[in-house]
């Protein structure tokens, strides 16, 4: 399985764009790259995912170049309830068979007024 | 999109006792479910793969007599922590396997186990 690098933290302040990005070498073919968004003593909620270069929803983008080894969630105008963890995650296998996903150490956003 | 619940939301019960903790897919069938656990400020820890109709896979270091799931429907699996100790107080969450285009996984918003 994929291992995923991201930063431990990142702080920033309301309204700016963050950008999180995250490493993950030994991608495979056939693995997918989602974002999830954790707050304290909560199930982890869905964000975003994308199998190559560009892909935008209502509330992030994900970018992912060409040799997919790495990905960077962007997060535009953010607010204090965006304070919480990111975890990126790959696999999923493409074509609709299952595949566990293993969380890595995820990123700790501090959105400050 | 797709819901999950998870029941408990918190339990807590005394050293020994077996505690059952249900996970259901509320609006799909989840023919792969997974179970979690998180110890306060760490990452989600991957238990087990739950498959409907069949035996459990554990990942490597998780007791299977200790932690027995079941996947007896579609959406409903169940995890039962047997002989319960303080070291098994954490936050154990559930999720649902949706296959498709996005091979997207729901979660459920977690059980907090107390052990005394």
């Known amino acids: 399985l994929a291992k995923t690098t991201q930063p431990i933290s990142m702080d920033s302040y309301e309204g700016q764009e963050v950008n999180i990005t995250c490493s993950h070498n030994?991608?495979?073919?056939?693995?997918?790259i989602t974002w999830y968004q954790q707050f304290p003593s909560q199930g982890p909620r869905f964000i975003i995912q994308g199998y190559k270069t560009k892909v935008t929803n209502e509330v992030a983008s994900l970018f992912i170049p060409a040799d997919r080894k790495s990905s960077t969630l962007s997060l535009p105008r953010v607010s204090l309830s965006d304070t919480a963890v990111y975890y990126c995650l790959v696999g999923g296998v493409r074509g609709g068979a299952t595949n566990k996903l293993i969380f890595g150490t995820g990123t700790l956003l501090a959105v400050q007024p | 999109g797709a819901v999950v619940s998870q029941h408990p939301s918190w339990v807590i019960c005394k050293s020994g006792t077996s505690v059952k903790i249900e996970c259901r897919s509320l609006?799909?069938?989840?023919?792969?479910m997974f179970w979690y656990r998180q110890f306060p400020k760490q990452s989600l820890m991957l238990m087990a793969t739950s498959n409907e109709g069949s035996k459990a896979t554990y990942e490597q270091g998780v007791e299977k007599d200790k932690f027995l799931i079941n996947h007896a429907s579609l959406t409903l699996s169940t995890l039962t922590v047997t002989s319960a100790h303080p070291e098994d107080s954490s936050f154990y969450i559930c999720?649902?396997?949706?296959?498709?285009?996005?091979?997207?996984?729901?979660f459920g918003p977690g059980t907090r186990l107390t052990v005394l």
């Open positions: 609006d799909f069938q989840a023919t792969t």
């Open positions: 999720s649902a396997f949706l296959a498709g285009v996005g091979n997207e996984q729901f």
């Open positions: 030994n991608i495979a073919t056939n693995d997918y």
